[in-house]
């Protein structure tokens, strides 16, 4: 009879080790890190308004960017977020082997992938082998696609983008994004946003592409039929408006390649925000994902929750149901959790009551041991949630990684780890760092690598006013 070994956690001990390659520049007040989240891995270290850096976690080394030439004064409130839509458009023309951006595109974007969304080739997704580096670019899919490219094939590569805002007070280049297939800063709006940006805060994306480059989903099906600005499927039980502000997207079939936000569900039927351009039926297969078009963002020692879309460049102020019961302070963290696995907790990838996607989880800092969630799909927070043993405070200089349904915490500057699990709502001690920390300062410089052969993961860090930087194997 096969017996577990729970030996493991004690055999393989949790050792922060030193990284060969020092961060090019100290934390100070104010620097993070942003994870691009995708099968590449590629970190960017923000360091000040003129200094960014990438890191890649395969050589450990990091090398300067293009300057973001941010407004304000960088600072407290410095936040941004990673996402893995890149540059979309229309095709020039192509073949199966082929297709031609008008895009100039700056390195190798081998191994991300393409996604045909209209036209010849609709629903396609290919890994890229390999593209033409300048003006025009031309992209090679490792396998050919459905049918040939033509002008009428519209796309979007699976790239990372990082999204910035800057602190002190905001003016135009405050919110800026750095593409990486192109390699260039754009300046995006700032209405709707306060006048000034300060104390902390939590830029948090919600990507359908996300870890090892695949499409998160958490619902599949075949459609039943549709209307103009619907999708049905009649063997489906879900909860109203369970899916609202998510996306959809049709894979394969009549209508492949679409994508639309979805404005409420029935238990049959999502409607959609925009009419479809080609009304799904019953060979219609799709996907319901995290929304590509939205960021979140909180933060300014106010419960005010502001959403920015992508598509639109405009931010709106939302109006939750509830608000939340207090403002994030100092330390404070956001994460959207979308990968509890079902084995620790059947509940969150249930599909007709689905929690994976649909909450942002928010420990308010501020020297407090206080979390909160925010319900994307209802529009409203709950707050204060019950864990345990919720006696451990955060504020400045705490960091926290997402990964795998917990959430990794690093005690300000005191080298003390801990680890919350969503699914059973506790937090236990991960880990504690024994090498000394500067002083604890605002900035998240935390995030993940995980070691693609393997998948082993590693938690990893620039510590505080330093250079160095520490992982430790999550085991």
């Known amino acids: 009879m096969p017996v577990a070994n729970f030996n493991r956690k004690i055999l393989d001990q949790k050792r922060w080790t030193v990284m060969t390659s020092p961060a090019p520049a100290a934390t100070a007040a104010g620097t993070f890190v942003i994870s691009s989240r995708l099968s590449q891995q ?61 895009l100039t595109l700056a390195r190798s974007l081998a ?41 009428s094939s519209t796309y979007r590569l699976i790239t990372p983008r990082y999204y910035v805002l800057g602190a002190g007070t905001l003016a135009a ?30 830029m948090v994306a919600t990507p359908s592409y996300a870890d090892n480059g695949v499409d998160i989903n958490f619902a599949t099906g075949t459609a039943t039929g549709g209307t103009s600005t619907t999708l ?12 609202a502000n998510s996306q959809v ?14 404005a409420s569900n029935t238990g049959t039927a ?36 502001y959403r920015y879309s992508i598509s639109g460049n405009t931010w709106t102020t939302l109006s939750p149901t509830a608000a939340r019961a207090a403002a994030p302070g100092l330390g404070a963290s956001g994460s959207w959790v979308y990968n509890v696995p079902s084995a620790r907790d059947s509940r969150w990838s249930d599909e007709n009551s689905i929690i994976n996607g649909r909450r942002i989880y928010s420990f308010r800092g501020g020297a407090g041991a206080v979390l909160d969630y925010y319900d994307i799909a209802a529009n409203t927070w709950v707050s204060g949630v019950t864990y345990a043993p919720a006696a451990e405070t955060f504020t400045t200089g705490t960091k926290w990684v997402y990964a795998d349904g917990y959430l990794y915490i690093a005690k300000e500057a005191t080298g003390r780890w801990f ?11 991960w880990s504690v760092n024994v090498y000394p920390s500067g002083a604890a300062i605002l900035g998240d410089t935390a995030f993940d690598v995980v070691e693609p052969e393997t998948g082993v993961r590693f938690i990893q860090y620039i510590l505080n006013t330093s250079t160095i930087v520490m992982r430790c194997m999550v085991v």
Request: proline share 4%.
């Open 419 to 429: 680890r919350y699990d969503f699914a059973e709502q506790s937090m236990v001690g």
């Open 42 to 102: 590629r970190q960017l270290y923000v360091v000040s308004n003129t200094v960014q850096y990438l890191y890649y976690p395969a050589e450990d080394g990091y090398i300067q960017i293009p300057s973001a030439a941010l407004a304000g004064t960088f600072g407290a409130g410095a936040c941004g977020t990673g996402a893995a839509i890149g540059p979309s458009g229309t095709a020039t023309g192509g073949s199966t082997t082929a297709l031609n951006t008008n």
């Open 249 to 262: 997207k049709i894979v394969a079939g009549t209508g492949a390649g679409q994508i639309r936000t979805i």
């Open 270 to 305: 999502l409607t959609v925000s925009a009419a479809w351009t080609t009304t799904p039926d019953a060979t219609s297969q799709y996907h319901i994902e995290g929304n590509d078009d939205f960021l979140y963002l909180m933060g300014n020692n106010a419960v005010t929750l």
């Open 173 to 202: 280049g405050s919110f800026r994004v750095y593409d990486f297939a192109t390699n260039a800063w754009t300046t995006l709006t700032i209405t709707g946003l306060p006048a000034s940006w300060g104390t902390d805060g939590r």
């Open 232 to 243: 049905s499927n009649s063997a489906k039980a879900w909860a109203a408006n369970q899916w």
């Open 111 to 151: 191994g991300y992938q393409v996604e045909i969304t209209g036209g010849p080739g609709a629903g396609d997704v290919r890994t890229i082998a390999f593209n033409t580096v300048g003006a025009n670019g031309v992209v090679t899919p490792t396998v050919p696609f459905s049918a040939a490219i033509t002008a």
